[in-house]
């Protein structure tokens, strides 16, 4: 499988998820709508992929443990 | 200058109160009756908060007859954007299903501006939960599509709509908005007022709903950049409440306006904007060189928008998860609000994680290829204001792409917006300041230098008076 039906394949199935937890809300419409956003996220993803990332590169978001007294 | 106190920056305004030639009761009574009188023709008020405006300015000027003056806010009105928690009065967040939301406390910034003397007269219109659905047109707010003071056909720019439309129609002399990605920038530059938007973290955002909760800021829209680090002084600084805080206060210094900058221009920037705005912003950056060297420069090669894009997909999913769950994005006002979360809920933990690891890179990227200049200069936004009936990513297709928003929110690096002139149609366009994390100054200084030279924020929309 090339990597285009890939991660076609993969939002396809996203969108299954979708369609089955929240296909109540939603109209035919709106679902195709949803679909269309799905590959959007799935093309994002793509272009995250495409950039190597080291072992050691680790997400940039700030955290702190917390303490409630000294130690 | 005109002699009365509309559209006085709040520098002047302060040295009138200071004097006593402005009263800060009347003053507030001033601005309160353009707001109920003047605020509901560009759906840019949610709730003109008269009682507690009152209170707080007879407080004002008792303690001013005692000689206790507090500083440059004493006595100024303002308003914020309607998702910063003021205690009793509703906070809608924009949205119909939290139109009757009441919270028992302050906001961080309403406690900071409170204690500077500044005066809460408007709690302003928004794009409904501050465009996190994925609104694509500016009919997405339950108090209806905010107009633009320079041309009521058109639409402020959002999110922070009515802070945008209350400054330039003088509604208030200042009013606080917040920016996840371009909400504080983009109705600055639609409006023609000055916009800042802090560094990440400078300022606490306890009390101010939740997007995403690694881009969101909050920060000012004013007439001027000077006025900008008024503001931004006034609601610095740490707080325990917000961890993301910085420990450091902050301090607004004024230089001189003779000082030489060495100012970037991102490569290519501006050929996707709307031709007058590329005209305009070229035009500004001749004005920048008499100030400033100006040198083109490049960002390494990396996909900026996916990373920030997917980071506020997976942060805004998970803030508003109970909502989706609920269905209530169902009852929001604009029809792609209803679907618009749905996607986002299937994004990966590893998808976003992954943005996570990237913005790091991002983050070196930007601050190396950065590193010769004192700030970045673009336009603020690539259009000028789009028409209030239509999807405004179907006016000017092109210019849809947004590096700067994009690097600038997702490295949390702060930025100023202030106008830069008008097309054919007398629509306001901008030219942004974007520098390093931390110094705001830089930028504000920059922007004043920038004001110094020009007379863009000197001109006022046609105002019918009450």
Known sequence: MDEKKAYRSVSENLFKVIENQYGYWLTVEELEEVKKSVQNIAEASEALRAVKLGNWDEPFSVFKPMRRRRV | MRSDPLFMPVRELSRHIKSGRVSPVELTELYLRRLEKIGPNYNSVVTVTRRRALRQARRAEKEMEAGNYRGLLHGIPYGVKDLIATKGIPTSWGAAPFKDQVFDYDAAVVKKLDQAGAILCAKLAMIELAGGMGYRQPFASFTGPPRNPWSPDTWTGGSSSGSGAAVAAGLVPFALGSETWGSIL??????????????????????????????????????????????????????????????????????????????????????????????????????????????????????YEAITRTILNAEAASAFDEFVEAGLSHRLTAPEDHWGPYARTTLLATDYLRAMRLRGKMAKAVAEAMEPYDAVAAPTAKKAATPIDQEFRKVAPGATKDVMGAVGNGCGLPSIGVPDGFTRADLPTGIQFMGYPYDENAIINMARAYQSLTDWHRRHPDIPEP
């Not at chain 2, 610095?236 to 030489?260: C, I, M, Q, V």
Request: aromatic residues 8%.
């Open chain 2, 186 to 303: 983009s109705p600055s530059s639609s409006c023609g007022v000055a916009g800042l938007r802090p560094t990440y973290g400078r300022v606490s955002r306890h009390g101010a709903m939740a997007l995403c909760w690694t881009l969101d800021k909050l920060g000012p829209l004013c007439q001027t950049a000077d006025d900008c680090g008024l503001v931004l002084e006034a609601i610095a600084g740490p707080d325990p409440e917000d961890p993301t805080a910085t420990d450091e206060t902050w301090t607004y210094k004024p230089r001189s306006t003779k000082k030489r900058y060495k100012v970037g221009v991102l490569k290519g920037v501006a050929d996707d904007a709307q031709d007058e705005v590329r005209q305009n912003f070229e035009e500004a950056l001749n004005v920048v060189r008499r100030f400033a060297s100006v040198e083109e420069f490049e960002f390494p090669d990396l996909p």
